[in-house]
């Protein structure tokens, strides 16, 4: 095969990726969102440079999923407390019964089987769920009063529920600056493709010359940059919720 159809291949592989990494999950992230459904599988298969979450540079769509099924769990076993403390269980069993294997707050389950402070183990759960933070200040007020946990809870968790619907709307928009930043990462592989197609022999340039490795090294960096910026855009609408 020749140097001439070999850029060819190339390039149209190139422009391939460039195709999935700018339309891949992105779109059907937000057409879920808009449906009201949580995205198919097939939807997560691709794994992004930039997370929009956090600011950190690492596997964006797996970490939000994970984050997503974290905050799944929590709700559903808020749910289930606020069910089994209106079915008349003492709070402590209740919370025990309610937590999930492994369980979803695993300080206050440790804290009930040693007799210890509830509400604190709840704190403690609250660094990695903070909605568990709310449930702590519940239970600390129903253990003063006396009554009330089973409304407040229930409470709690629609409240998680509607904040999850909201979450899942606003991931849908944030589809749109991730996908810039996908664009931003592929565009220069795009470019290359594109000169090998034409003749040209851009990786021996960028390579071989002094002007060509700094050009190399400045528009990697500038590209990096651009994509983590566009993320942290992202993240900070997203915090703000």
Known sequence: MSGRAIAAVLAVVLAALAARLATGPAAEIRLAALAGRRPTPAAGRMRAVVVAAGGRVGFGPSSRRRRARERGRTIEALGALAAELSSGLPPTVALFRAAGDPPVWPSAA??????????????????????????????????????????????LARSARRAEQVRGELEGQLSAPRATARVLTALPLVGIGFGMLLGADPVGWLVGSAVGRLCLGAGALLTVAGAVWTGRIAARVERML
Do not use: F, K, N
């Open 110 to 155: 440790a804290a009930v089987r040693m007799g210890g402070d509830v509400a604190d183990g709840l704190r403690a759960d609250a660094r990695r769920r903070p909605v568990l933070g709310q449930l702590a200040a519940c239970w600390q007020v129903a253990a003063q009063t006396g009554s009330g946990l089973a409304v407040s809870v229930e409470q």
